[in-house]
């Protein structure tokens, strides 16, 4: 039953997809998305090879079927260096050993949209992708007319990095689709150019002042020397380079 009735308080709870999902799977699949997967997908899924899935049932349902499936999604891990998206990320993502989790599907049967599930879903992917220590971000692809999905991502705090034109092929026409992130684990995006600028800038002033900072206090310790050994006419004469001391270094500190 694809489309259950839902009761006034459903139970909803989350475990691995398993091998006695595989038809439940593949029909909700083939209802939900206008892209066809190939069988070898779904065995893939339900027997964990390279994807890591999680599915939605509802317990409380007293029709006999609750352990069916009524939400699910996949993922799989893939190398950062090899992904479409390592320009996106910081420095260290050319290390062989850093890596990403990729969305592969995602899906809520009609019955039960709108109940919190494709979030709780997501947020199980984001706590598996944040466990591993070399992962450095969840992302995934959406069909650019899916406005629920876009907006469930942004929401969820995902970022819209890309536009790409005719990513998706759909019974003869192209669609463009929107490609979404999530960093983890402290990974982050590259500094653009202006931000890259702005911290050499920042550091070069930062070495700076600590340089005119010693001169500062080295030259107060001059004048203080020379004014007690002068005259009582030259301490007169002394005090505006006090004055200007004390006006130049904290400016200089400052900045």
């Known amino acids: 039953m694809v489309n259950p009735k839902v009761s006034t308080q459903p139970k909803i709870c989350y475990r691995p997809i398993q091998p006695s999902d595989l038809d439940i799977l593949e029909h909700i699949h083939c209802r939900l998305f206008p892209i066809r997967y190939e069988s070898t997908f779904f065995h893939d899924v339900v027997n964990g090879r390279d994807i890591v899935s999680w599915g939605a049932v509802d317990s409380s ?3 006999g079927q609750s352990d069916e499936l009524i939400g699910f999604v996949t993922a799989r891990i893939v190398l950062a260096k090899e992904s ?16 990403l989790v990729y969305v592969l599907t995602l899906g809520v049967v009609e019955a039960y949209r ?18 591993i220590p070399t992962c450095r971000a969840v992302y995934l692809h959406v069909i650019s007319y899916n406005n629920p999905a876009i907006n469930l991502y942004k929401k969820m705090s995902f970022k819209c990095v890309r536009r790409l034109q005719g990513f998706y ?39 700076f002042n600590s340089v005119a900072a010693r001169l500062c206090k080295n030259g107060g310790r001059k004048i203080s020397r020379r004014a007690k050994c002068k005259e009582s006419h030259s301490l007169v004469s002394a005090t505006p380079n006090k004055r200007n001391v004390a006006v130049e270094c904290p400016g200089y500190e400052c900045v």
């Open 84 to 99: 479409e998206i390592v320009d996106m990320l910081g420095y260290d993502s050319a290390k062989s050993d850093q890596t």
């Open 114 to 131: 709108s109940l919190g599930i494709a979030s709780s879903l997501i947020r199980e992917v984001i706590k598996y992708a944040s466990s």
């Open 169 to 207: 092929l759909i019974n003869g026409q192209h669609y463009d689709s929107f490609l979404f992130l999530y960093y983890v684990n402290g990974g982050q995006s590259p500094c653009s150019p202006l931000e890259f600028l702005t911290a050499i800038v920042s550091y070069m002033k930062s070495g």
């Open 61 to 63: 349902r007293s029709d």
